[in-house]
C-alpha cells in the first residue's frame, strides 16, 4: 500500500510539474453567462489550489466531529460521577461532632492559647520587620 501511494504521488507530481512548465495554451471557459480568457497552468493551479482546500476543510470538520464525541463521553461520564456522588452523600449519615462547643473538636487549640499541632501561626507567613527604603535622589 505504502509503494502505490508513493507511485501515485509521484506520478501526479510528474504531470504537475509538466501542466506547470508547459502550459501555456490559452483556454477559454464560461462560468454563469461570463467568459474567462486564462491559461491551461493557471486551471490547473485552481484545481489543485480547490483540491487543498477542500482536504483542508474536511480534516477540520472530522477533528471538530471527534472533539465534539469526546467532550461529549466526557460529559457523560461528569454526570454519572456527579449523580453517584450525591446518592453516596444522601445515603451516608450526618458526620460530625456531637455538640457545638469547640473544645469538643479534635482540631480545637488547646486552652492555652497556642496554635494546633500541625498549623503555622500568622508570624510564619508575614514578614512584619520594616524594609530599608534606599535614599532618594
Not at 457545638?100 to 482540631?107: G, I, M
Not at 492555652?112 to 500541625?118: D, L, Q
Amino acid at each position: 500500500m505504502i509503494v502505490v501511494g508513493v507511485v501515485l504521488l509521484l506520478l501526479v507530481l510528474a504531470v504537475a510539474i509538466t501542466l506547470i512548465t508547459s502550459g501555456n495554451d490559452p483556454t477559454s471557459f464560461s462560468l454563469l453567462g461570463i467568459s474567462i480568457d486564462t491559461s491551461a497552468r493557471n486551471v490547473y493551479l485552481l484545481g489543485a489550489f480547490s483540491l487543498l482546500l477542500a482536504v483542508v476543510a474536511l480534516f477540520l470538520i472530522r477533528r471538530g466531529v471527534h472533539r465534539s464525541r469526546e467532550i461529549s463521553k466526557e460529559n457523560k461520564t461528569l454526570r454519572k460521577e456527579v449523580k453517584a456522588s450525591r446518592k453516596s452523600v444522601a445515603a451516608a449519615p450526618a458526620a460530625g461532632p456531637a455538640s457545638d462547643d469547640p473544645a469538643d473538636r479534635p482540631d480545637a487549640a488547646a486552652p492555652t492559647g497556642e496554635p494546633r499541632a500541625g498549623h503555622d501561626t500568622v508570624s510564619d507567613h508575614f514578614d512584619s520587620t520594616p524594609r530599608e527604603t534606599p535614599p532618594r535622589q
